[in-house]
């Protein structure tokens, strides 16, 4: 079997990297741009620093910002219908993973309209055409969905959240702009950043990871433990390191998949509205704790991305609590809590069955059934 790898045609890194968006769009041909962004980045005025920059070269553009934090079916499908009515050709996307994933199923149900029902994206959809040229700007050190095939929709009617995997959603161009994400604040700033973590070293540890995909994990790994406390404090340097963190993370994770800690994590979201990166913030070191024996060496490496020292001089066993540790403290030390109040008893039999159904469910290191994840729900309650 074949690995794949699916990245951006191009990206930009570093600061003032959003000043190429209007060169970009006209030598793309862009006639009238949708930009999707969200409704806070609008009130603060950041989806304002792309905005400006078009109106300054005369490009002409709509914003769409009817987006939750946890985008839903109805979010796409009104923003399929404001595309349609605009006249637009291509898309600028400002945000996290909220404004990134819902311009992602717009671009793909506008180029492949026999998928206009948003649920019938779920999982592998069999689309036949690319999305519609994107721009993907991102505001939050993260999610990585501006270089990932993946995004998550919420269907509020059955109270869960469904992954899509499509190599054809994937932007064609990023911009990777930390400047961009220095309004974030602290909560969001660590939430975020855990949940790159997250995709790190759930995409190293994934029964489909290989040697390219470790190489981006590791270096991810190592990068987030060096500068996500200075992040959230907003240092420049912090949130240098994590922006290019958190899209190495997403070039891994991206093509080789996920594991249970995002599965709960989903399940959580849906349900209570707990913000993604905390629910993989508090899951990761439990599920790291559960996955562990079927891991081989590969927390030795962790650990050793994450600053632990002596890690060749460790037992496996040693060195397999240094890195779950290393992660718990550093959740502890960016003020991820380490409990969900929201959680009930009589709701553990439908958010099992939710996890276990999730898309990443079936990449998780050690094969995992319903009553396993109902006992991993109780250790955050």
């Not at 400006?52 to 079916?73: A, C, H, R, V, W």
């Not at 079936?362 to 059934?369: I, K, L, Q, S």
């Amino acid at each position: 079997m074949a690995n794949r790898i699916v990245l951006n045609t191009v990206s930009y890194h570093g600061k003032g990297a959003i000043a190429e968006i209007p060169a970009i769009a006209k030598n793309k041909g862009f006639k009238h741009v949708f930009v999707c962004s969200d409704p806070d980045l609008v009130k603060f005025g950041v989806t304002a620093k792309v905005t400006d920059l078009l109106d300054k070269e005369g490009i002409p553009f709509t914003l769409y910002s009817e987006i939750k934090p946890n985008p839903t079916i109805k979010n796409v499908q009104d923003g399929v219908e404001a595309f349609k009515a605009c006249g637009a050709d291509s898309i600028i996307t400002i945000g996290g993973g909220s404004s990134m994933d819902t311009a992602k199923a717009i671009g793909i149900i506008i180029t492949n309209p026999e998928f206009a029902d948003v649920r019938s994206l779920e999982g592998v959809a069999p689309t036949k055409n690319h999305a519609v040229p994107t721009i993907a700007v991102p505001t939050t050190a993260g999610t990585a969905a501006e270089v990932t095939i993946n995004y998550v929709i919420t269907d509020v009617e059955k109270e869960r959240k469904f992954v899509c995997v499509d190599e054809n959603d994937i932007p064609e161009v990023a911009i990777i702009d930390p400047e961009m994400m220095s309004s974030m604040p602290k909560g969001l700033t660590a939430s975020t950043g855990m949940d790159a973590l997250t995709h790190a070293i759930e995409g190293y540890t994934t029964k489909a990871a290989w040697e390219m995909t470790d190489m981006f994990h590791l270096e991810a790994i190592k990068l987030i433990s060096q500068n996500l406390r200075g992040a959230v404090e907003n240092t420049p340097e912090g949130r240098e390191g994590m922006a290019m963190a958190q899209y190495i993370a997403g070039m891994g994770f991206s093509n080789v998949g996920l594991g249970i800690a995002h599965s709960i994590a989903h399940t959580l979201g849906a349900h209570y509205d707990t913000p993604h990166g905390v629910a993989c913030a508090m899951m990761l070191p439990i599920v790291m704790e559960y996955n562990q024996e079927f891991t081989g060496e590969r927390y030795r490496e962790i650990a050793r991305a994450m600053g632990v020292e002596g890690v060749d001089n460790m037992t496996q066993e040693e060195y397999r609590k240094a890195a779950i540790d290393a992660v718990k403290k550093l959740s502890e030390d960016v003020g991820i809590p380490a409990k969900n109040d929201k959680i009930r008893e009589e709701d553990l039999d439908v958010l099992a069955a939710d996890a276990f159904a999730d898309a990443c469910c079936p990449g998780n290191p050690r094969d995992t059934n319903v009553e396993d994840l109902k006992e991993l729900y109780r250790k955050i309650m």
